[in-house]
């Protein structure tokens, strides 16, 4: 139990970092978004910390909790959108920041 | 650790409610231009507000990049010009010099062409009120702000009789655009020294060499989470306001900070106010029918503002560390399209809205009224709105259209986000006589306050 509550706090810290970022994909579901998102990720240097999916009816539903660490946000953000065109998925990247500060007192 | 429908939630809201920041607006100190010549004063302030906005715009669609969220607009507020151009017969060159720094760094306006003149007028206010016609009309970013009245003051009616000639001739001088000078001018009671909104934004003597300033939006998201609670009593009506503003206003706060560690300039403050735009689904008059009015300006709409106004501060004040600015709901009239169909059904008259600017901020605010309506009628509504100002406290402004050619029941179109006005009818009873008589009206009982 400690250590999933270790666990618990490791993921609560790492997303206050300054280099948190949330990644979303939203599109019709098919084979292989998490590996083309995560050989993006991987290729720009990104740490996936935390990550939850389902597929609701045919849509597919992505959220990721990862670090970018000192890697270009730009750039991921450039490849990640580039890939959402190639694969007709919405994927987006996001300082975590924003989704802390509306739901978090 | 990561909660999926927080996120969505977020995601939502900026999709499809309009969860935006309205402004991230930089307020700049010129009392470090100050010079008799006024060639090298307008170069001062050029140099200045060039070198501190450098890099302003660049830093805002940066962070709307990273962090998801539109920052609709990029803005520079700075010294009442009047404090710097004392020295100078007239100010006019200043304007020329602000719009010119406005257009070099990219942000949508610069405010501060601005005199305070609650307790008198300085030769260098006169001359710059009385400018005003000439430089609103030949610069195209410059907005300004007198203002006339405090609690503490009370009214400067001589200040208040200029105001009202120098609007009806800015208004001629851009007929050709349906007055659209005057929507860069307010006239205010009690004005706030670190407001991000434009057309009112100054940054105050008592503001330090610089600030970032921040204003949130997201009458949409209200009116979104007001959908869940139809048929509920009032009290739940407010808590719902407060959560929401709670969120909207901690986005302005992420971003504030953001933009001030960026830009190496120290946080000022979030402005909370509800800002309407003309698009659908970002209005603060239907978030006032969701509550239950048929249509905004009916009975029930000052008491269903009021509790919205409140709701909106209670929620807000929490989620920032610094709340400034007017802080209150926005209802301009052609920036809201729950207002302009209100207005067009006959719904909201100037009266009304005078009542309702009672119990939020800010006042009778883009205004379009006939072209032959009187200066000195003109004078008295910014009269009115200036005294339920200083005896209630609070900050009020008249933005005040006199559209030539037009009369009540017609519309003029302004475009973008000053949207379109329906005409509004004024009452054609005179107060010249009043008007002219000048002076000063005393500062409330309520003003002295030791």
């Not at chain 1, 670090?67 to 890939?83: C, K, M, P, W, Y």
């Amino acid at each position: 139990m400690s250590n999933v509550n270790d666990n618990t706090a490791d993921l609560y810290r790492a997303r206050r970092r300054e280099s948190a970022a949330v990644v979303t994909v939203l599109g019709r579901d098919q084979k292989g978004i998490i590996a083309k998102v995560s050989a993006v990720l991987y290729e720009c240097g990104a740490n996936i910390l935390d990550l939850s999916q389902t597929v609701l009816g045919d849509m597919f539903n992505m959220v990721m909790l990862v670090d970018v660490g000192s890697s270009d946000f730009n750039a991921i953000q450039t490849r990640l959108e580039t890939l959402g065109e190639t694969i007709g998925q919405q994927i987006r990247i996001q300082r975590s920041a924003i989704f802390d500060a509306m739901h978090r007192v | 650790m990561i909660d999926p429908r927080e996120v969505l939630d977020t995601l939502r809201m900026i999709d499809m409610e309009k969860l935006d920041v309205r402004t991230i607006t930089l307020g700049i100190s010129l009392l470090g231009c100050v010079s008799d010549d006024a060639g090298r004063l307008c170069r001062r302030v050029y140099d200045t507000v060039t070198r501190k906005a450098e890099r302003l715009v660049e830093v805002g669609e940066q962070i709307e990049r990273e962090f998801g969220v539109p920052i609709v607009n990029k803005r520079i507020s700075v010294t009442p010009a009047a404090l710097i151009a004392g020295a100078l017969n007239d100010p006019t060159p200043v304007a020329r010099a602000l719009d010119k720094a406005a257009k070099t760094t990219g942000v949508h306006f610069i405010g501060g062409y601005a005199a305070l003149v609650q307790k008198g007028m300085t030769a260098a206010d006169r001359a710059l009120i009385e400018s005003l016609p000439e430089a609103l009309s030949q610069t195209d970013r410059v907005c300004a702000a007198v203002n006339v009245a405090s609690t503490r003051a009370g009214i400067d009616m001589d200040a208040i009789a200029l105001c009202g000639r120098a609007i009806k001739e800015l208004s001629l001088r851009t007929a050709d655009s349906g007055g659209f000078g005057c929507a860069k001018l307010v006239v205010f009671a009690n004005a706030v020294e670190d407001n991000p909104f434009m057309a009112g934004a100054f940054h105050g003597p008592g503001e330090g060499d610089w600030a970032v300033n921040v204003g949130v939006s997201g009458p949409g998201v209200v009116k979104r989470a007001l959908e869940e609670v139809r048929g509920a009593p009032c009290d739940e009506v407010a808590e719902c306001i407060k959560r929401t503003a709670f969120r909207v206003t901690r986005v302005g706060q992420v971003v504030a900070r953001e933009a001030a560690r960026r830009l190496g300039a120290p946080f000022g403050i979030v402005d909370l106010s509800l800002a309407p735009t003309p698009a659908q689904g970002d209005s603060v008059a239907r978030i006032l029918e969701e509550i239950g009015l048929e249509v905004c300006g009916g009975p029930g709409s000052t008491a269903a503002l009021a509790m919205l106004n409140d709701a909106v501060k209670k929620g807000g004040v929490m989620a920032s560390s610094h709340v400034g600015g007017l802080s209150g709901a926005f209802i301009p009239l052609s920036e809201d399209i729950g207002m302009i169909e209100a207005a067009e059904r006959g719904a909201l008259s100037i009266e009304k809205l005078e009542a309702m600017t009672c119990v939020c901020s800010v006042g009778l605010d883009m205004i379009a009224i006939p072209g032959e309506v009187t200066a000195e009628t003109i004078s008295a509504i910014i009269a009115d709105e200036a005294a339920i100002g200083v005896v209630n406290n609070k900050t009020t402004g008249a933005r005040l259209v006199p559209v030539p050619g037009k009369r009540a029941g017609d519309s003029v179109e302004f475009g973008g986000l000053f949207g379109r006005a329906p005409i509004l009818h004024v009452k054609e009873y005179s107060a010249a006589a009043f008007i002219n008589r000048g002076g000063r009206i005393p500062a409330p009982l309520t003003g002295v306050r030791n």
